[in-house]
Nanobody
Framework: QVQLVESGGGLVQAGRSLRLSCAAS????????MGWYRQAPGKERELVAE???????HYAASVKGRFTISRDKAKNTVYLQMNRLKPDDTAAYYC?????????????????WGQGTQVTVSS
């Protein structure tokens, strides 16, 4: 069973920074992309940032220039550096993996989610 373990959320004042981490179990060769989504109360889950196995990145317009996604493929870990945080960034942040492995079996077509970590930005 693929597991995504997130860490790094918390309460922070507007303008400050936070760094989220997500460690995935299994073989990183089975993962085509990893990313971060967020969901605020009463809103749909939305893509924040994504990074492919080749290193290509994609950001939501609302975070471009403030957030940076990176990945340590050897550790099968993805990071989200969040700078100049705003109250509108308040949400539960979820790690996402496209593809994964369990034991020696790859599941390239599966999508996996972490349990979520709360980010709260006060004004």
């Amino acid at each position: 069973q693929v597991q995504l373990v997130e860490s790094g959320g918390g309460l922070v004042q507007a303008g400050r920074s936070l760094r989220l981490s997500c460690a995935a179990s299994g073989d990183p060769i089975c993962v085509s992309a990893m990313g971060w989504y967020r969901q605020a109360p009463g809103k749909e889950r939305e893509l924040v940032a994504e990074i492919s196995s080749g290193g290509s990145t994609h950001y939501a317009a609302s975070v471009k220039g403030r957030f940076t996604i990176s990945r340590d493929k050897a550790k099968n870990t993805v990071y989200l550096q969040m700078n100049r945080l705003k109250p509108d960034d308040t949400a539960a942040y979820y790690c996402n993996s496209r593809g994964g492995s369990s034991g020696s079996v790859c599941y390239p077509g599966n999508t996996y989610w972490g349990q979520g970590t709360q980010v709260t930005v006060s004004s």
